[in-house]
């Protein structure tokens, strides 16, 4: 069968629309199809159904008007009654549909434009879900591009199959790029938003460094060593934690390169921010010091439970380890997880006596001694004076000084305070309302108690509604920054698991869970451990 010229031009139209926009040749076919179809409907009447048809190896086209087979038409145009099909089709049945070739239309001026638009669309759509599809799974990934055009800081980036956008606050700051600059940036969303896929890129993301260094650093490629932390302040410093699983092999060293040259690479496409290479230790003490590199640090306290370390440096270290306008503390903070307390020798020193001083006056004022015996108390580390009530005797009668019909009274007077302070703090909680039912929950005291009932939490049903957070406080970190949130319980000496385990036991009493609910949940723990480790 020979193929006329306007056949083999549609053809060709389809293949060239395909490799251009880098799409299926099919997919332009079915946008022709559409735009016929649509072209078709404008003439012979838009409530038809009508299909077009384009053989992909000839190019002809074929028009059909789809009627449904009824019992009794009432719309001629869409619809045939079962008589009339069965004369076309003897084994036509109501639902079916019969096909009505019509002959082929030649388009006017209005109907070619409005075909071109549905083509135009369908492309378009099919370019979008293209480059959709390809970057999709590139997220995390490092791209090269050209700069097409910069807006109001926007860096719109072209990457061949697609554009990118690298917003101004995901630019180095003082970085300049003009057109037809090649841009290297990583790749950290891709979104399928109503105007078409949007790649967002950005030259800031901790991760773009951290593929830079595995792009100049085999061992990182390979897995020998390992990047566990980074933490940057864009086009000005950064940090980075690496660990190795060789012990043969130095991970700051591999880094650093020959001379430098492997850092220096990184360097370089950062715009000269300045990179500081830590090696990663398992001791968040340890790890701490080393992320405050290149200050020296004297001595480092931590406390766990609210993700806080105090670092105690000596005075001429100080703004070094502070960092312009506290880089490198902020830095190092960001690096470790850790919230980071800087202060100096003398600064500590102040704060020790002066929590020297709270105690001793503690003593002398609660077991009625004088300052000597209170200092004495103070300096062998005794910090309350429920130590003092409920410490074996040995341990007060072996003090320097002290023998043991002393260390009996001193232990008598302790215990004599604080009862007296519990009678009166259950007088208070009295006032306030508080059930004795609370009294059953093992650990609680009648300070907590007033502290619950200031606070409105007077029934064991009120208590058992509480969670750990409310009584032991809360840490959020934002932006580097860890800020603490008191609890009801803050004052007292309560571990989260203690306050856990008093709100389980209200839970118990109030009637919320069982034994067996307890027993149940602790089986499940146990399963779900066990398969960790297997």
């Known amino acids: 069968m020979a193929v006329s010229a306007n056949r083999l031009e549609l053809l060709q139209i389809a293949d060239a629309v395909a490799r251009e926009k880098v799409i299926d040749r099919e997919i332009v076919l079915a946008a022709m199809a559409d735009a016929i179809q649509k072209a078709a409907r404008s003439r012979y009447g838009t409530e038809s159904n009508i299909r077009a048809d384009i053989n992909p190896k000839t190019g002809e086209i074929r028009l059909q008007r789809l009627l449904e087979v009824v019992e009794k038409a009432e719309d001629y145009s869409t619809q045939i009654p079962l008589e009339l099909a069965r004369d076309r089709n003897p084994d036509a049945a109501i639902g079916d549909f019969i096909a009505d070739p019509l002959p082929p239309m030649d388009f006017g001026r209005i109907a070619a434009q409005s075909a071109k638009q549905v083509i135009v669309q369908k492309v378009r759509e099919a370019e979008r879900d293209r480059q959709f599809d390809e970057f999709k799974d590139r997220t995390g990934e490092i791209v090269n591009g050209t700069v097409k055009r910069v807006e109001y800081g926007n860096v719109i980036v072209d990457l061949g199959r697609g554009e990118g956008i690298i917003r101004r606050d995901e630019m180095i700051p003082r970085e300049n790029v003009r057109y037809g600059d090649r841009v290297r940036a990583y790749v950290y969303d891709v979104r399928r938003e109503q105007r078409g896929p949007q790649i967002f890129l950005s030259r800031t993301h901790p991760q773009f460094m951290v593929k830079l260094f595995t792009m100049e650093v085999p ?79 004297a001595k480092v306290v931590l406390d766990e439970d609210a993700e ?172 580097g920054e860890t800020k603490k949130f008191e609890g009801l319980f803050s ?29 149940k949940g602790a089986e499940a723990v146990e399963a779900d451990a066990a398969e960790q480790d297997a």
């Open 219 to 297: 061992e990182i490629y390979d897995g020998i060593i390992q990047v566990k932390s980074v933490a940057r302040d864009p086009g000005s410093r950064a940090k980075i934690a690496v660990i190795s699983n060789d012990s043969s092999i130095d991970p700051v060293g591999a880094c650093v390169g020959m001379r430098g040259s492997r850092v220096q690479a990184v360097v370089g496409e950062l715009q000269g921010e300045k990179i500081d290479i830590i090696p990663w230790s398992q001791d968040p003490a340890t790890f701490v010091v080393n992320a405050l590199q290149p200050a020296e640090v």
């Open 308 to 479: 806080r370390i105090e670092v105690v440096v000596p005075d001429e270290q100080l703004s070094l380890a502070i960092g312009r306008r506290g880089q490198n503390v902020r830095l190092a903070s960001q690096l470790t997880g850790w919230d980071i307390d800087i202060m100096t020798e003398a600064e500590e020193s102040e704060r020790r006596q002066k929590e020297f001083n709270e105690r001793t006056n503690l003593f002398m004022d609660s077991l009625d001694v004088d300052e000597m015996v209170g200092q004495v108390l103070a300096s062998e580390g005794f910090a309350a004076v429920e130590e003092l009530a409920y410490v074996d005797l040995d341990e007060i009668s072996s003090i320097d000084g002290f023998d043991e019909d002393t260390a009996q009274e001193i232990q008598t007077r302790a215990r004599e305070f604080l009862e007296k302070l519990e009678a009166e703090m259950d007088e208070k909680r009295k006032a306030l309302g508080v059930e004795d039912e609370l009294r059953q929950i093992e650990g609680i005291t009648a300070q907590m108690m007033v502290a619950l009932g200031e606070d409105g939490i007077k029934t064991i049903e009120d208590f058992a509604g509480c969670a750990a957070d409310d009584l032991v406080g809360w840490t959020e970190r934002k932006n």
């Open 491 to 519: 004052k007292f000496d309560i571990s989260r698991v203690e306050a856990e385990q008093m709100v389980v036991q209200a839970r118990l009493i109030a009637g919320w869970i069982t034994e067996e609910d307890l027993a």
